[in-house]
């Protein structure tokens, strides 16, 4: 158990639609980094915060944002849902230089 | 623009026999780290060994230990004794401190009972 904790685990949804992953990182960590993993494929790094605060930016497309709140908890919000966007979503947090990722959360978009 | 290559998509192994991931990365950074993660079946990602580029000692875990040739930005991983649960997808990574992770495409790992 890597400390990270993400909901929901699993997510079936229609094209067209919006989610919100959730990401809760390791105590203290402030870093909180999201991946999309598409079945068979490398990590696809998203996006990047620190302490409440965009870091860096990856291949986040349009129709998604993200934040991070006061308690350090993260969101990943997915809209306008196409059937490419069904992946494995992950969320890692990290203090220095290290990741601890969560366990994924699974979108199959229909 | 920071990049990570793993050359080998699928390798096989026997069990109790040593295997060598590839590993190579481009960086004009001087201090960065390096790390292999392991995705078995279950999708968890794993970290199994990291390596800080300042230091010249390989780094061990284990039945898992690195080669690092800074020089020719090489970065290896040896797993010995080979395990049945050592089956997994495995994936080089790169970062420079303050900044997002630069992972390679994997390598899936087999090994044969």
């Known amino acids: 158990d890597s400390g990270v904790t993400q909901t929901p685990k699993h997510l079936i949804t229609a094209t067209g639609q919006r989610v919100t992953l959730r990401c809760s990182p390791r105590?203290?960590?402030?870093?909180v980094y999201w991946y999309q993993q598409s079945l068979d494929q490398g990590l696809q790094f998203l996006i990047q915060y620190y302490n409440g605060e965009e870091r860096a930016k990856g291949n986040i497309l349009e129709r998604f944002s993200a934040q991070q709140f006061p308690d350090l908890h993260s969101e990943l919000n997915l809209s306008s849902l196409e059937l490419g966007d069904s992946a494995l979503y992950f969320c890692?947090?990290?203090?220095?230089?290290?990741?601890?990722f969560g366990p994924g959360t699974r979108l199959t978009v229909l | 623009a920071q990049t990570v290559t793993q050359s080998q998509p699928e390798m096989s192994v026997q069990e109790a026999e040593t295997v060598t991931l590839s590993c190579t990365y481009d960086t004009s950074e001087n201090n960065y780290y390096l790390f292999w993660y392991k995705q078995p079946p279950s999708r968890q990602m794993i970290l199994v060994i990291r390596q800080e580029a300042y230091k010249q000692q390989n780094a061990t875990e284990n039945r898992f230990s690195v080669n690092f040739q800074k020089a020719a930005k090489s970065f290896s991983l040896k797993i010995s004794d080979s395990q049945l649960g050592d089956t997994a997808m495995y994936f080089c990574a790169f970062m420079i401190y303050g900044q997002n992770f630069v992972f390679g495409p994997g390598t899936r790992l087999s090994v044969l009972p």
């Open positions: 105590s203290g960590d402030l870093s």
């Open positions: 890692a947090s990290s203090v220095f230089d290290e990741q601890f």
